[in-house]
């Protein structure tokens, strides 16, 4: 199985422009989530899921959206993108206590 | 906020020698993680302690756990170049939601060969 797949690796934005980061797991895990990571400040947790249909803010949401219509869909949309979110974003889905990650999406903003 | 802060931020040795790395947190936990990340992807399980453990093994891998102190320590022994990533520490408060984990901001090792 694939596991934890991203789409797309790479995007440039210009600002106030929007897009979605797609993720997808094939392990039937209940618990989805999307984190950002920025140097030197670890990973930070934007949105997150407890199975399909459900969705809750974590750490720093603002500025996005998030859908979960699929279970094994996470959906994250920035409807006008700042500069502030340039970032890599990396979902994870989770069965047990431990994470299985995705590979990143590195998204910049200009 | 940050729940976990590595120490050392940064550390190189030569391949064959023994890297800890140190995390502390600020609140009761469940259960304290270690993830490694090699440069340019995703982060990688590697182990979880639960709050009533002290210490565990995993092949190479030694994790201790003082909650009285709200530390853990990573040891990695007889390292090899290919252990060269950065390794974060992760943790579900006491009482928090369940699978919701907080990650520190991560040691980077560099094992010279």
């Known amino acids: 199985n694939a596991g934890v797949t991203q789409t797309p690796k790479f995007r440039v934005l210009k600002t106030g422009q929007s897009m979605t980061l797609l993720c997808a797991q094939d392990?039937?895990?209940?618990?989805m989530y999307w984190y950002r990571q920025d140097p030197g400040m670890g990973l930070r947790l934007i949105h997150y899921s407890v199975g399909e249909g459900t969705t809750a803010k974590g750490e720093v949401p603002d500025g996005y959206n998030v859908s979960r219509l699929k279970k094994q869909n996470f959906l994250l949309g920035l409807e006008s993108a700042a500069p502030s979110q340039t970032s890599v974003y990396f979902c994870?889905?989770?069965?047990?206590?431990?994470?299985?990650f995705g590979p990143g999406t590195r998204l910049t903003v200009t | 906020s940050q729940q976990g802060e590595e120490d050392p931020q940064a550390l190189s040795i030569q391949e064959g020698e023994n890297a800890t790395m140190n995390c502390s947190y600020k609140t009761s936990i469940n259960n304290l993680q270690w993830y490694r990340q090699n440069s340019g992807r995703g982060l990688v399980h590697l182990i979880l302690?639960?709050?009533?453990?002290r210490e565990k093994h995993s092949g190479r891998l030694r994790v201790t756990l003082d909650t009285s102190k709200k530390s853990s320590s990573l040891l990695i022994t007889a390292s090899r170049a290919a252990d060269t990533a950065s390794y974060f520490c992760a943790t579900v408060p006491k009482g928090g939601a369940t699978n919701k984990l907080i990650f520190g901001t991560g040691t980077l090792l560099a094992v010279q060969p």
């Open positions: 392990m039937n895990h209940e618990y």
């Open positions: 994870a889905s989770s069965h047990g206590p431990s994470m299985r």
């Open positions: 302690i639960r709050s009533n453990e």
